[in-house]
């Protein structure tokens, strides 16, 4: 187990409505990352997060939106929910915000849109 | 174009064989290389990392990255059972926050 928790781990929504998924970094981990991971593909990069600041966003629109608290656990929203979020959604903590060798990946939350 | 390209099988395999997995990529500024393994219902887990090219080993997996053909090959010697998985090939360069992930090859190896 690699410290990461996400919740919750099931999540079922429907179009137009708004979710909030949870991650508690591994202990020390200054920096998350969320990844968006649909069926058969590789993990997609949202954004990162480092010291309660976003530092990075991949290809997604505004309506996925983050927060990291002093703590370093971290929340992503998304609003207005289409059917194409259904997707594992993936939290990872990291010690540094630019090292590839640390990321510790959560179990995920699985996200289905109806 | 896809940055990262990987075959997603799926690839089946006896226990005991050599298995190879590939990927190749178009983005010269990559400097980081890595694979996950994921199992089902479960995140990506490290499994190797390699700073620009050349060989490394771990135990009975070895992974290779070779920047001039822009291709990286993890190879796994006496395969088991318990290496059923998807296996994910990453990369990123030096800079950005962010890993760019192949789709993934499902690998099965049958007892």
């Known amino acids: 187990e690699t410290g990461v928790t996400q919740s919750p781990t099931h999540l079922i929504k429907t179009r137009g409505q708004q979710v909030t998924l949870r991650c508690s970094s591994q202990s020390g981990h200054n920096t998350v990352s969320w990844y968006q991971q649909a069926l058969g593909q590789g993990p997609q990069f949202i954004f990162q997060y480092y010291r309660e600041e976003e530092n990075g966003r991949g290809n997604f629109p505004p309506r996925f939106s983050g927060l990291q608290f002093p703590n370093y656990s971290s929340e992503l929203n998304v609003n207005a929910l289409e059917l194409d979020d259904s997707a594992l959604y993936l939290c990872?903590?990291?010690?540094?915000?630019?090292?590839?060798?640390?990321?510790?990946f959560g179990p995920g939350t699985r996200l289905t849109v109806l | 174009q896809k940055e990262v390209e990987q075959d997603p099988g799926p690839l089946s395999v006896p226990e005991g064989a050599i298995v190879s997995l590939n990927c190749t990529y178009s983005n010269s500024a990559f400097q980081y290389f890595m694979w996950y393994r994921q199992y089902s219902r479960k995140g990506p887990e490290l499994l190797m990392y390699t700073y620009s090219s050349g060989n490394k080993e771990d135990g009975r997996f070895t992974a290779q990255v070779d920047k001039s053909s822009k291709y990286i090959s993890l190879f796994i010697r006496d395969s088991q059972p318990s290496d059923s998985a998807t296996y994910l090939c990453?990369?990123?360069?030096?800079?950005?926050?962010?890993?760019?992930f192949g789709s993934g090859t499902r690998l099965s190896i049958r007892p």
């Open positions: 990453a990369m990123k360069d030096s800079s950005a926050s962010k890993i760019i």
């Open positions: 990872a903590s990291s010690l540094q915000r630019v090292s590839a060798d640390t990321q510790y």
